[in-house]
Protein backbone atom coordinates (compact mmCIF):
# COMPACT_ATOMS: atom_id res chain seq x y z
CA UNK A 1 0.00 0.00 0.00
CA UNK A 2 2.97 2.45 0.89
CA UNK A 3 4.70 1.31 -2.24
CA UNK A 4 1.77 2.10 -4.28
CA UNK A 5 0.99 5.65 -2.56
CA UNK A 6 4.82 6.50 -3.02
CA UNK A 7 4.49 5.19 -6.85
CA UNK A 8 1.61 7.14 -7.58
CA UNK A 9 2.58 10.36 -6.06
CA UNK A 10 5.86 13.12 -5.98
CA UNK A 11 7.88 12.46 -8.54
CA UNK A 12 9.47 15.75 -9.23
CA UNK A 13 10.39 17.33 -12.89
CA UNK A 14 13.20 14.64 -14.23
CA UNK A 15 16.50 16.98 -15.00
CA UNK A 16 16.26 15.73 -19.08
CA UNK A 17 12.66 17.80 -19.02
CA UNK A 18 14.48 21.54 -17.28
CA UNK A 19 15.62 23.97 -20.00
CA UNK A 20 18.91 22.93 -21.94
CA UNK A 21 20.41 26.23 -21.52
CA UNK A 22 19.42 26.99 -17.74
CA UNK A 23 19.52 23.58 -16.72
CA UNK A 24 16.48 25.17 -14.40
CA UNK A 25 12.79 24.27 -14.91
CA UNK A 26 10.73 26.12 -17.68
CA UNK A 27 8.76 28.40 -15.17
CA UNK A 28 6.81 29.82 -18.64
CA UNK A 29 3.75 29.04 -21.36
CA UNK A 30 5.50 29.65 -24.58
CA UNK A 31 1.91 30.80 -25.38
CA UNK A 32 0.49 32.91 -22.69
CA UNK A 33 3.38 33.30 -20.55
CA UNK A 34 1.48 31.75 -17.68
CA UNK A 35 3.43 31.12 -14.36
CA UNK A 36 3.57 27.29 -14.79
CA UNK A 37 5.20 26.91 -10.46
CA UNK A 38 1.94 28.64 -9.39
CA UNK A 39 1.03 24.51 -9.63
CA UNK A 40 -2.52 25.28 -10.98
CA UNK A 41 -2.53 24.13 -14.55
CA UNK A 42 -1.25 21.37 -15.67
CA UNK A 43 1.74 22.04 -18.78
CA UNK A 44 2.96 20.11 -21.47
CA UNK A 45 7.01 19.79 -22.40
CA UNK A 46 8.13 18.87 -25.60
CA UNK A 47 11.50 18.85 -26.68
CA UNK A 48 13.02 17.82 -29.90
CA UNK A 49 16.58 16.54 -30.55
CA UNK A 50 18.85 15.81 -32.99
CA UNK A 51 21.92 13.61 -33.30
CA UNK A 52 25.27 15.61 -34.89
CA UNK A 53 27.48 12.08 -35.69
CA UNK A 54 30.30 14.80 -36.97
CA UNK A 55 29.88 15.90 -33.44
CA UNK A 56 28.92 12.78 -31.73
CA UNK A 57 27.08 14.82 -30.09
CA UNK A 58 22.82 15.08 -29.38
CA UNK A 59 21.58 18.52 -29.36
CA UNK A 60 17.90 20.07 -28.30
CA UNK A 61 16.71 21.70 -31.72
CA UNK A 62 14.06 23.15 -29.84
CA UNK A 63 11.97 22.83 -26.99
CA UNK A 64 8.96 24.67 -24.95
CA UNK A 65 6.29 23.79 -22.45
CA UNK A 66 2.49 24.88 -22.74
CA UNK A 67 -0.26 25.41 -20.24
CA UNK A 68 -3.11 23.05 -20.72
CA UNK A 69 -5.18 26.09 -21.95
CA UNK A 70 -3.29 26.47 -24.59
CA UNK A 71 -2.52 23.56 -25.69
CA UNK A 72 -6.29 23.20 -25.87
CA UNK A 73 -6.84 26.27 -27.79
CA UNK A 74 -4.49 24.83 -30.54
CA UNK A 75 -5.82 21.34 -30.56
CA UNK A 76 -9.41 23.11 -31.79
CA UNK A 77 -7.10 25.01 -34.41
CA UNK A 78 -6.50 21.37 -35.60
CA UNK A 79 -9.30 19.68 -37.64
CA UNK A 80 -11.20 17.48 -36.30
CA UNK A 81 -10.29 14.50 -39.32
CA UNK A 82 -6.30 14.80 -38.34
CA UNK A 83 -7.43 14.22 -34.72
CA UNK A 84 -9.00 11.48 -35.16
CA UNK A 85 -6.41 10.32 -37.43
CA UNK A 86 -3.29 11.01 -34.87
CA UNK A 87 -5.19 9.50 -32.24
CA UNK A 88 -6.35 6.36 -34.05
CA UNK A 89 -2.64 5.90 -35.05
CA UNK A 90 -1.48 6.13 -31.17
CA UNK A 91 -3.95 3.85 -30.33
CA UNK A 92 -3.13 0.85 -32.76
CA UNK A 93 0.52 1.61 -32.85
CA UNK A 94 1.59 2.60 -28.93
CA UNK A 95 3.90 0.27 -27.60
CA UNK A 96 2.00 0.35 -24.33
CA UNK A 97 3.31 -2.90 -22.84
CA UNK A 98 6.82 -1.82 -23.56
CA UNK A 99 5.95 1.67 -21.71
CA UNK A 100 4.14 0.04 -18.99
CA UNK A 101 7.44 -1.82 -18.55
CA UNK A 102 10.12 0.25 -18.56
CA UNK A 103 7.88 2.56 -16.06
CA UNK A 104 7.45 -0.53 -13.42
CA UNK A 105 11.30 -1.16 -14.14
CA UNK A 106 12.34 2.12 -12.50
CA UNK A 107 9.16 3.86 -10.90
CA UNK A 108 11.16 6.43 -9.47
CA UNK A 109 13.40 7.41 -12.50
CA UNK A 110 11.86 8.70 -14.80
CA UNK A 111 14.87 8.85 -17.66
CA UNK A 112 14.64 5.46 -17.28
CA UNK A 113 11.31 5.60 -19.35
CA UNK A 114 12.46 7.43 -22.36
CA UNK A 115 14.83 5.53 -23.91
CA UNK A 116 13.06 3.82 -26.78
CA UNK A 117 10.19 5.45 -29.12
CA UNK A 118 6.84 4.41 -27.73
CA UNK A 119 6.14 3.98 -31.42
CA UNK A 120 8.89 1.50 -33.02
CA UNK A 121 10.38 0.47 -30.16
CA UNK A 122 14.07 1.94 -31.44
CA UNK A 123 16.40 2.37 -29.11
CA UNK A 124 17.27 6.50 -28.60
CA UNK A 125 21.19 5.82 -28.97
CA UNK A 126 20.52 4.13 -32.56
CA UNK A 127 17.97 7.22 -33.33
CA UNK A 128 19.13 10.57 -35.40
CA UNK A 129 15.76 12.76 -34.79
CA UNK A 130 13.56 12.45 -31.86
CA UNK A 131 11.44 14.01 -29.31
CA UNK A 132 10.28 13.46 -25.83
CA UNK A 133 7.37 15.02 -23.94
CA UNK A 134 5.54 14.68 -20.68
CA UNK A 135 3.04 16.11 -18.92
CA UNK A 136 3.28 18.09 -15.62
CA UNK A 137 1.82 20.61 -12.47
CA UNK A 138 3.83 22.94 -10.67
CA UNK A 139 7.09 21.05 -9.96
CA UNK A 140 5.76 17.18 -10.50
CA UNK A 141 5.79 15.08 -13.06
CA UNK A 142 1.95 13.91 -14.23
CA UNK A 143 1.27 10.44 -15.73
CA UNK A 144 -2.17 10.27 -15.16
CA UNK A 145 -2.91 11.00 -18.65
CA UNK A 146 0.16 10.01 -20.53
CA UNK A 147 3.24 8.41 -19.29
CA UNK A 148 6.53 10.76 -20.25
CA UNK A 149 7.52 9.53 -24.16
CA UNK A 150 9.79 9.42 -27.15
CA UNK A 151 8.71 9.48 -30.70
CA UNK A 152 11.38 8.74 -33.08
CA UNK A 153 12.13 10.39 -36.44
CA UNK A 154 10.61 7.39 -38.40
CA UNK A 155 7.35 7.59 -36.09
CA UNK A 156 7.21 10.88 -36.79
CA UNK A 157 7.38 10.95 -40.50
CA UNK A 158 4.64 8.61 -40.47
CA UNK A 159 2.45 10.77 -38.37
CA UNK A 160 3.28 13.77 -40.62
CA UNK A 161 2.02 11.92 -43.77
CA UNK A 162 -1.29 11.40 -42.34
CA UNK A 163 -1.81 14.78 -41.05
CA UNK A 164 -4.42 17.02 -43.23
CA UNK A 165 -3.09 20.10 -45.33
CA UNK A 166 -4.66 22.87 -42.89
CA UNK A 167 -3.50 20.93 -39.71
CA UNK A 168 0.34 20.82 -40.81
CA UNK A 169 -0.36 24.81 -41.59
CA UNK A 170 -1.59 25.16 -38.27
CA UNK A 171 1.38 23.81 -36.45
CA UNK A 172 3.73 25.52 -38.91
CA UNK A 173 2.28 28.94 -37.60
CA UNK A 174 2.73 27.57 -34.14
CA UNK A 175 6.50 26.72 -34.77
CA UNK A 176 6.73 30.15 -36.85
CA UNK A 177 4.92 32.54 -33.94
CA UNK A 178 7.31 31.18 -31.56
CA UNK A 179 10.64 30.26 -33.02
CA UNK A 180 10.61 31.79 -36.23
CA UNK A 181 11.29 28.12 -37.84
CA UNK A 182 9.94 28.27 -41.46
CA UNK A 183 7.76 25.40 -42.89
CA UNK A 184 10.58 22.82 -44.13
CA UNK A 185 11.86 22.63 -40.86
CA UNK A 186 8.61 22.03 -39.28
CA UNK A 187 8.55 18.37 -39.79
CA UNK A 188 11.20 17.99 -36.76
CA UNK A 189 8.00 18.62 -34.59
CA UNK A 190 4.73 17.09 -34.33
CA UNK A 191 2.58 18.51 -31.80
CA UNK A 192 1.17 15.40 -29.59
ZN1 LIG B 1 -0.62 29.18 -21.91
Known sequence: ??????????????????????????????????????????????????????LDSVQVLFEYAICNQCYDKMKEGLSVESMFTLSNYMLNNTDLEGMQKRIEENPRDAKKWLTHCMIKGTEVSDMNEFQIGACFKGNELVTDFMPPFVIGGAAMEEITELLSKETKDEMDGFMDDHFGIPPELRKDLILI
Open 1 to 54: MADEEEKQSGLLIPKVFYHSDTKTPMTNCIDCDYDLMLGDRYYMIEKVYKRYEA
